[in-house]
């Protein structure tokens, strides 16, 4: 049973099953034409920048909605569906952290590739040291940001690149980006080695060592949410994701 990974103390979870039926019944913000969205009340450009993955019947992916949370530097709450619970999700970009009910190396040590987002609003409970300090959660359950973000680019459910970084494009890793408290498979370790010294296209990358276009993608994901990719359109290396037109 589920229950029994739970660490003793930790908090009640709701079922996924009545969070769904909340959100069927009113509990999400209407849409225009009637229909219920995932998104709750949100900034109008950070609502609009993921209003592009809403699809009727189709859950938001988790890494679109966190690369939106850190583009906008705007907190939120992201509610996911947890094996047969909803896992609340707090993310504070600003300050890099995260807040989640439950220890996050058991978050992390699941299965990413499983997380569904159900709902995302803005976020309730506020970072350390903020002024309304009775909105400020146990200080043992807030974590850094980047390690779950990178986690969760690696081994979460998205295996294409995400849109900002997609098409016609060349990559190289920034200058200075410090990775060396992040996991890693050897053969990405060395891949991203390699883009520190030279930029390349996804065609290249993939034929790297120990990669595949999956991987490659993930890979890019994950640095471009440490802020450690740089992308160019105007490369020679630059091709599309459909490897035509570059010899």
């Known amino acids: 049973m589920f229950h029994s990974t739970l660490p003793q103390g930790a908090p009640d979870l709701m079922r996924a099953s009545d969070f769904r039926r909340y959100l069927a019944q009113g509990g999400a ?4 034409g009637g229909a219920n969205s995932r998104l709750g009340e949100l900034p109008e450009s950070l609502l609009q920048d993921l209003m592009r993955f809403e699809h009727p019947g189709q859950h938001g992916e988790l890494l679109e909605v966190l690369a939106a949370c850190v583009r906008h530097t705007q907190d939120l709450a992201v509610h996911v569906q947890w ?3 909803v896992l609340t999700l707090s993310l504070f970009p600003a300050q890099r ?3 989640a009910p439950v220890p996050m190396e058991q978050v992390l040590g699941g299965p990413l590739a499983a997380l569904q987002v159900l709902q ?3 976020a309730t409970l506020r970072p350390p040291g903020d002024s309304e300090t009775a909105l400020v959660g146990d200080p043992t359950l807030y974590h850094p940001l980047h390690p779950v973000l990178w986690s969760i680019a690696l081994r979460g459910p998205r295996d294409t690149l995400l849109p900002e970084i997609s098409g016609q494009a060349a990559y190289r890793v920034a200058p200075g980006l410090l990775l060396n408290r992040l996991e890693m498979p050897n053969a990405m370790a060395a891949c991203i080695s390699h883009l520190r010294r030279q930029t390349c296209n996804l065609r290249e990358i993939c034929a790297l060592p ?3 276009r999956a991987r490659a993608a ?3 994901n994950a640095l471009y949410l440490q802020a450690g990719l740089i992308v160019s359109r105007t ?3 630059a091709t599309n994701e459909g490897w035509f037109g570059y010899r």
């Open 97 to 99: 952290l995260v807040y």
């Open 218 to 220: 993930r890979m890019l």
């Open 210 to 212: 120990g990669m595949d």
């Open 120 to 122: 995302v609003e803005r």
């Open 83 to 85: 094996a047969d619970f």
């Open 29 to 32: 913000m209407p849409r225009p």
């Open 235 to 237: 490369h020679p290396a």
